[in-house]
């Protein structure tokens, strides 16, 4: 091929093919370790399929093995504890024969005596003297108690005793059972805590688990469940140090934390993600019936969000606390222009200028110093409460929907973030 240009006229150029085959030939080589890269992926999926099918039978196991261990338990207790109420009938059972007899030999006594009384009596009212004199010595030979001895009833058993005894045996049981209990459920979390220190090391990037509501140590600072920090130290006692971004050395417990990966900071698709401690929901339209039915609850409902547990999730709405749902039936409530009066959790953040709304007659944690009138500054914010540092009041607590923004407009003069939101309209 030849330059087409006047100026380079009968000069040959590089064919566009061999510089296009040099390339091709870079671009095969990168093109067959993306192959293997991709090869290489694929058996690392299937292992992980295999190894979380593997996990999930495992675990299935362990419920049926565990359901069967505490069965036999109770079963066991019930065969003991019928051993001491056989016991019991049994002393029952001997009282009741002894009372029996000593019942009827009194009994037997009393007809005695009854009849000698009538023997007295007719001696007494017969007219015939040499009679009356006859029989007297003969009926008169003993009184009316010889040969009766006091009798009373004293069971073998004093059942009172008996049910101190069961009592105290109930109680020393509970207090073991709850020791061993309480001991195997810690076992069992330090064997997944043991498990997490295989996954989390020393300058990973990590952030405290969605179904922690409040870490052992607190949050401090501005740390919130999205915050991801670095792990600076691992403690020999399951704790460990972390460096967030404006918080270093946090010290939380391991079994709080997990890894974060690249996918995990771009945003994971799944929805047990995307509903976090704080988030306003409501169940999905497309959801005909929850699986833990809808008590108070409606479609219309809008609540927060205060546990995240695996696929189920915990909401406080007006009209039922603590209601529990399933994360796949639920949608993240956004607010609709109608209410721009209202601000949402995630529209008040620490340094916000705030008060107390208008139409708020007593505010849930109490007035204080507090009044109307007062602005303050957003100083900490935990789940739905605010803490504010008011002129009046430092420390004051309130909920967010509560609480108002307030902004500051061209003139310097203080206005409420609505007002100023009409004016724009």
Same mark, same amino acid.
């Given at each position: ?77 019930? %065969? ?61 030979? &003993? ?69 922690? %509501? ?134 008040? %953040? ?6 107390? %709304?208008? &139409? ?8 204080? &110093? ?14 739905? &409460? ?40």
């Amino acid at each position: 091929m030849h330059c087409l240009l006047d100026d380079h006229k009968g000069h040959d150029t590089v064919a566009s093919t061999t510089e296009r085959n040099e390339k091709q030939i870079k671009l095969t080589d990168t093109q067959t370790k993306v192959r293997r890269t991709i090869q290489a992926k694929e058996q690392e999926l299937q292992k992980m399929k295999m190894d979380i099918a593997s996990n999930a039978d495992a675990a299935k196991k362990a419920v049926d093995i565990s359901k069967k261990y505490f069965s036999d338990l109770v079963k066991f207790i019930e %065969k003991r504890s019928n051993e001491v109420i056989e016991k019991i009938k049994a002393q029952e059972k001997a009282d009741l024969d002894q009372g029996t007899k000593l019942q009827k030999k009194l009994e037997e006594e009393i007809t005695e005596l009854k009849k000698r009384e009538g023997v007295l009596e007719d001696l007494i009212q017969t007219d015939d003297n040499i009679q009356f004199l006859q029989n007297y010595e003969s009926v008169s030979s &003993s009184s009316g108690s010889d040969g009766f001895h006091s009798r009373c009833f004293k069971p073998c058993c004093s059942y009172p005793d008996v049910n101190k005894l069961v009592c105290e045996l109930k109680e020393r049981l509970e207090t073991i059972f709850n020791q061993e209990i309480n001991e195997t459920v810690q076992k069992v979390s330090d064997l997944a805590v043991k498990n997490n220190t295989d996954c989390i090391k020393v300058g990973d990037r990590v952030r405290v688990k969605p179904s922690i %509501k409040t870490p052992r140590y607190n949050w401090g600072g501005d740390i919130t469940h999205k915050s991801v920090g670095v792990v600076k130290e691992i403690k020999s006692d399951q704790n460990l140090l972390i460096d967030f971004p404006g918080f270093a050395s946090w010290k939380g417990l391991l079994s709080e934390i997990e890894p974060v990966t690249d996918g995990d900071e771009q945003g994971s698709s799944t929805l047990n993600c995307k509903i976090t401690i704080g988030d306003k929901v409501r169940v999905k339209p497309s959801v005909e019936t929850p699986k833990y039915l809808w008590g108070s609850v409606s479609h219309k409902s809008i609540g927060s969000v205060i546990n995240v547990q695996g696929e189920t999730v915990t909401v406080d709405f007006p009209e039922q606390k603590g209601w529990i749902g399933e994360v796949s039936e639920m949608e993240s409530a956004v607010l609709s222009s109608a209410d721009l009066g209202s601000p949402s959790h995630a529209s008040f %953040k620490i340094g916000n200028r705030v008060g107390v %709304k208008s &139409s708020v007659k007593d505010p849930k944690h109490g007035w204080g &110093s507090v009044t109307h009138k007062s602005i303050g500054v957003i100083k900490r914010i935990q789940g739905e &409460s605010l803490i504010v540092d008011f002129p009046e009041q430092t420390d004051w607590t309130g909920v967010t929907s509560e609480m108002e923004l307030i902004n500051s407009d061209v003139s310097g003069n203080l206005m409420d973030i609505r007002t100023l939101s009409y004016k724009n309209l």
